[in-house]
């Protein structure tokens, strides 16, 4: 095990992998007695969480070493045979990026409306936001899915680092990829931190109608990060420079509805209202003031709200909202 850590955080780290295993097993010991009983939907369901835990141990390694891809494999197999018992088809794609792959998942529900790309944090992977697929699928609409480089089974799998160049092919080939995929319904885009960043510069591609960007985030030098964090960025990074976005040499071309925590402490509040003026006409922004990076406990809600912009079945006025009920 590569971790050069103290005695007791070693001891700690084994400690919670081991925990979120036997979670794990337990979960899929209690999906096959679900599915010898019948029970589908809970089958499923009890898979994914499975999928989760499994996951949850894989990210305590930061470094690609043989065990965080035992786990992370792990975790695929159980969503790959929870995709199985679904009614939602479901395919597996590659992107060819930097000569290398990034590995995604496409589901696609009953008479879609749209498609919305999710754009992952950068530590994290597809198979962690099953909750936004499902919200997402339950409205019809399209969910694309990949791990960009750094990321999930592409980083454990390809071991493809992030690098600014490509991260910005990775999101231009993917949404050409969805609009020549899917060429009758609009292409919406949705991501949260690191992954916000890129939904901003996302929103730029002309294909893209509406973008919902969540807490994006600055390069590290004008962010607060905590060490851990830099430490975890530093082992999924390449050797160019930070792999984000400049918003201000950006050409902005289609709204974004950005959302914020007032207790953020990653992200000024006044970098994001600066973004927010640089953002084309329709754009709006809501800040949650008891929230923090990401307005995890707001994600559900916000979720909806995205739903409803791409839907237009509610009319959002341009501007600034503050802990608001709209």
Not at 7 to 14: G, P, T
Not at 137 to 150: E, R
């Amino acid at each position: 095990m590569k971790m050069n850590l103290p005695h007791c955080a070693l001891a700690w780290h084994v400690s919670k992998i081991n925990n979120w295993s036997e979670l794990a097993q337990a979960k899929i010991e209690v999906a096959e007695t679900h599915q010898r009983k019948g029970l589908v939907g809970d089958a499923e369901l009890t898979l994914r969480t499975a999928g989760l835990y499994y996951n949850l141990a894989q990210w305590i390694f930061p470094e690609r070493c043989s065990q965080k891809q035992h786990l992370f494999h792990l975790s695929r197999d159980a969503f790959r045979r929870a995709d199985m018992l679904s009614d939602i088809e479901t395919r597996y794609v590659k992107l060819d990026i930097d000569d290398n792959q990034c590995i995604g998942r496409i589901r696609i529900p009953s008479e879609p409306r749209g498609c919305v790309i999710i754009i992952n944090p950068i530590d994290s992977s597809k198979e962690e936001l099953f909750t936004y697929e499902k919200d997402f699928l339950d409205a019809h609409y399209v969910t694309i899915s990949f791990d960009g480089p750094g990321q999930g089974e592409t980083y454990v799998t390809n071991g493809l680092k992030a690098t600014y160049k490509n991260w910005s092919e990775f999101v231009n080939k993917l949404i050409e990829y969805t609009v020549e995929h899917f060429p009758t319904i609009p292409a919406f885009i949705f991501g949260t931190s690191f992954g916000a960043s890129w939904v901003i510069y996302g929103s730029c591609h002309p294909n893209i109608s509406k973008a919902v960007a969540v807490s994006p985030a600055f390069d590290r030098q004008r962010m607060s990060m905590p060490d851990y964090f830099n430490e975890r960025m530093n082992c999924i990074h390449g050797d160019d420079k930070d792999p984000f976005p400049d918003f201000e040499k950006l050409h902005y071309r289609n709204p974004v509805f950005l959302f914020h925590g007032g207790r953020d402490r990653m992200v000024k509040r006044s970098d994001i209202y600066h973004l927010y003026e640089m953002l084309p006409e329709g754009s709006r922004l809501i800040e949650y003031e008891e929230e923090m990076h990401c307005c995890n406990y707001k994600l559900r809600e916000i979720r909806e709200l995205a739903i409803e912009w791409y839907n237009e079945d509610r009319i959002f006025k341009p501007g600034v909202y503050s802990d608001v009920q709209i």
